[in-house]
């Protein structure tokens, strides 16, 4: 009875959801048994603060000891004591106050990625804030303007520090999202190197040439465990809001054929799902995926992680590896309704206009060390992009490497751009894109009235400590500044 009246409603859902008061939104009913999630639960960073506009929260960097494997204890980084960090849950338009302590051995800085903030909230140490000392607090404090999956991490030693833990969710939800699936769980997928006595590696092995590689964790983790098991109904729909934290690692799965739609990205919905074979999520994105797995009541399903071709050798000598279960409750299979598609109108950025920009991502080898730059150059020597406060550029980025870097912009969104430079639909906002090995790509980006000195890099963040990083000056007066640590 109760069911049959779920039905119903699911049927006659127009394309958006209604939602109601803030905080208080109407969730579509929930499908999965039970506890379905439990097992990659992400611990909640607890709101101090009573006004619903507010999420303020307390996140503390320090050590702490987890267990990765039975019985074997490493010491991670991690903010507030948990390997990924704490969600931080926001609506679009909240006032997020996060008062930062640091009990690490090391100056760190938050950034929060794909997160429109003012300059001074951007964490790049030394540019938009001194780094904070061991020891020391530092308050970030912005509006969350738009809704996605966003994530925090640190930006001194990236590759080092992140790869020891140093990363979290921040989910931003739409107060009146339009999508129509009650069972959702955010995954942080990431990856950790371990010692064979379950101590972190040192994030300098392999030298040189480790970092032209880009050192990738011996460990796969899913909300920092290893191979976790969701629970679910065949045939029901789930949410997977998921984010590559992984410092260098890309993730590639497919479901073998089971029904596995795109609907957002970086930056929130797309234009209009996409239905996909395999996804793939190079370090530093995020996807919005619905899935509806079947299987037998009471048999498991593995989701593999296939190795990915960002270059030479990370695919000839690797196995696909399993990355967590589906387990198929014995609840008769869901016959009813499927989600309705989601659309959402996203105007393509005019390039008319546009001003050119054209890098290329070099490498420089001397003396068997390795360097990589924009356009020849290492970021510690290089110059920034300049652009003027509302005005729109065209960029055209040549990857001369034989390796694959997503490029990120801090601070805003852009499109995705053609080889003859017209809009890629299904449309929708970047913030991190693939550069393939030797190849070349565009993209178009609005800039807004943020002034200030805004990254970008390649966000596998040892090609970024290793040169591959640049500067956008918005609205900046020239100085003639050179780059310094900044990451
Ligand atoms: Cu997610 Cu500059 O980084
Ligand atoms: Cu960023
Ligand atoms: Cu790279």
């Given at each position: ?11 006659s859902l127009p394309l958006a959801f209604a939602a109601t008061?803030h905080?208080?939104e109407t969730?579509p ?61 926001a609506h679009a338009g909240d ?19 794909g997160v429109r ?26 509006v969350v303007p738009d809704p996605g999956l966003f ?20 989910l931003v939800e739409d107060p009146d999202d339009p999508v129509s699936v009650?069972?959702e ?54 949410r997977?809001r ?19 739609t795109r609907i957002g990205g970086d930056g929130g919905l797309m234009e209009e799902p996409q239905r996909l ?8 994105e995020r996807a919005d995926i619905l ?47 499927q989600p309705t598609p989601v659309r959402r109108p996203i105007e393509p950025l005019a390039t008319d206009a546009a ?35 509302g005005s729109t550029q065209l ?14 912009l801090?601070g805003f969104f852009f499109q995705v751009l053609d080889?003859q430079g017209a809009p890629v639909h299904p449309l929708e906002w970047k913030d991190t894109f ?8 565009k993209l178009v980006v609005r800039y807004d ?39």
């Open positions: 009875m109760y069911v049959k009246y779920i039905f119903a409603w699911i049927c008061a905080g208080a969730r009913p929930r499908l999965q048994p039970e506890g379905w999630d439990s097992q990659v639960t992400l611990v909640a960073a607890a709101d101090l603060n009573p006004d619903p506009r507010i999420v303020e929260v307390d996140l503390d960097a320090r050590v702490a000891s987890v267990e990765l494997t039975p019985g074997v204890r490493t010491e991670v980084w991690t903010y507030n004591g948990a390997l990924p960090g704490p969600l931080i849950r006032r997020v106050i996060v008062h930062f302590s640091n009990h690490l051995p090391e100056p760190t800085t938050v950034h929060w990625h903030v003012p300059i001074q909230m951007d964490g790049v140490p030394d540019i938009s804030q001194p780094p904070v000392p061991s020891a020391g607090v530092f308050t970030y404090d912005f994530w925090y991490h640190p930006h001194v030693l990236s590759a080092a520090q992140v790869g020891f833990g140093l990363y979290g969710a921040l009650g069972d769980t955010v995954l942080v997928l990431s990856d950790i190197g371990l010692e064979s006595d379950g101590r972190l590696e040192p994030p300098d092995s392999g030298g040189s040439t480790g970092m032209a590689f880009g050192r990738e964790g011996t460990t796969l983790l899913v909300n920092g465990r290893v191979r976790p098991k969701l629970v679910v109904r065949s045939g029901a729909p789930q997977w998921i984010v590559n934290a992984a410092k260098s690692r890309f993730f590639q799965f497919d479901l073998d054929g089971q029904l596995m074979d395999t996804l793939v999520l190079a370090p530093g899935v509806s797995p079947k299987g037998k009541p009471g048999s498991t399903y593995d989701v593999v992680a296939v190795p990915f071709n960002r270059g030479y050798g990370s695919v000839e000598y690797r196995l696909a590896e399993p990355l967590f279960t589906l387990v198929f409750d014995k609840a008769a299979e869901y016959t009813g309704p001003t050119p920009v054209n890098i290329e991502f070099t490498m420089a080898q001397q003396g068997g060390r390795f360097e990589y730059g924009i356009n020849g150059i290492p970021f510690a020597a290089g110059h920034p992009i300049v652009a003027v406060p960029w055209t980025i040549t990857n001369k490497t034989k390796w694959s870097h997503p490029f990120h801090h080889g693939n550069v393939p090995l030797e190849s070349t790509i009235d943020r002034v200030g000195s805004w990254m970008f890099h390649c966000h596998v963040l040892d090609h970024a400590d290793g040169g591959l990083m640049g500067m956008v000056d918005v609205g900046v007066a020239p100085s003639g500044h050179v780059h310094r640590g900044a990451n």
